[in-house]
């Protein structure tokens, strides 16, 4: 079956460490996009990327990398320069830029990110 | 920049009640409306979307939305709930110039909790 696959479910990491979370699909999407999810806040657009080698910031791009080197796969890295690194970070693709007419964005299960 | 709000942070509803989700948008065109269902520590999935056309739209899992333009309003509703209906629920617009190419614009979450 088609899909977004996150890895890992939940990730640790010691304070002043970079990590890299990976976001895979098969859907053959064109778009890619990545959401912070943080209690009460909703979420938040970090990056996104509507096509291999190009991508853009979001709303809250400061302490966070991407790469889009190929079309299954964009993976992002928090970096020692987020503050506040511990949330849920979900990804999600689309067919294209647009929002397609089958069902939007698909969105993967999430990754629970835990600085200690 | 469009926003969305949804005013409730919680409802909590009894079993077989009916319900209804709030949700409003600022935007100075008609965007696309979408409603999503997140369940504890998963990835978000689509109940139902307005793109245009007919102004109630029917979703799956029973649920249903009205889009209200003078309003300015997407509700979600449905005629009666059961206890899987427990859930997050996140209202979202993009604009139809561009469509989803920025990313989708979420509200903060309505959390339903359904009473035996």
């Known amino acids: 079956d088609g899909g977004i696959t996150q890895s890992p479910k939940y990730l640790f990491r010691k304070e002043g460490q970079n990590v890299t979370l990976s976001c895979e699909q098969n859907l053959n999407h064109d778009a890619m996009y990545w959401y912070r999810q943080d209690p009460g806040q909703g979420l938040r657009l970090i990056y996104y990327?509507?096509?291999?080698?190009?991508?853009q910031k979001g709303d809250i791009a400061e302490g966070y990398s991407v790469s889009r080197e190929k079309k299954e796969s964009f993976p992002l890295t928090v970096t020692s320069a987020q503050k506040n690194p511990t949330a849920f970070y979900l990804c999600?693709?689309?067919?294209?830029?647009?929002?397609?007419?089958?069902?939007?964005?698909?969105f993967g299960s999430g990754t629970r990110l835990t600085v200690v | 920049a469009q926003s969305v709000t949804q005013p409730d942070i919680h409802i909590t509803v009894s079993e077989g009640a009916s319900l209804e989700l709030r949700c409003n948008y600022s935007?100075?065109?008609?965007?696309?409306l979408f409603w999503y269902v997140q369940s504890p520590g998963q990835g978000l999935q689509l109940l139902l979307k307005?793109?245009?056309?007919?102004?109630l739209v029917q979703g799956i899992k029973g649920f249903e939305a009205e889009f209200k333009r003078s309003q300015s309003s997407f509700n979600l509703r449905k005629p009666s709930v059961h206890w899987s209906d427990a859930a997050e629920y996140f209202c979202?617009?993009?604009?139809?110039?561009?469509?989803?190419?920025?990313?989708?614009?979420f509200g903060k979450g309505t959390h339903l909790i359904i009473q035996p």
């Open positions: 935007y100075g065109a008609t965007p696309y």
């Open positions: 979202a617009v993009a604009p139809m110039m561009g469509g989803g190419a920025d990313g989708l614009t």
């Open positions: 990327s509507q096509i291999v080698n190009d991508f």
């Open positions: 999600a693709s689309s067919i294209d830029p647009w929002p397609d007419r089958d069902g939007g964005y698909t």
């Open positions: 307005y793109f245009s056309g007919d102004t």
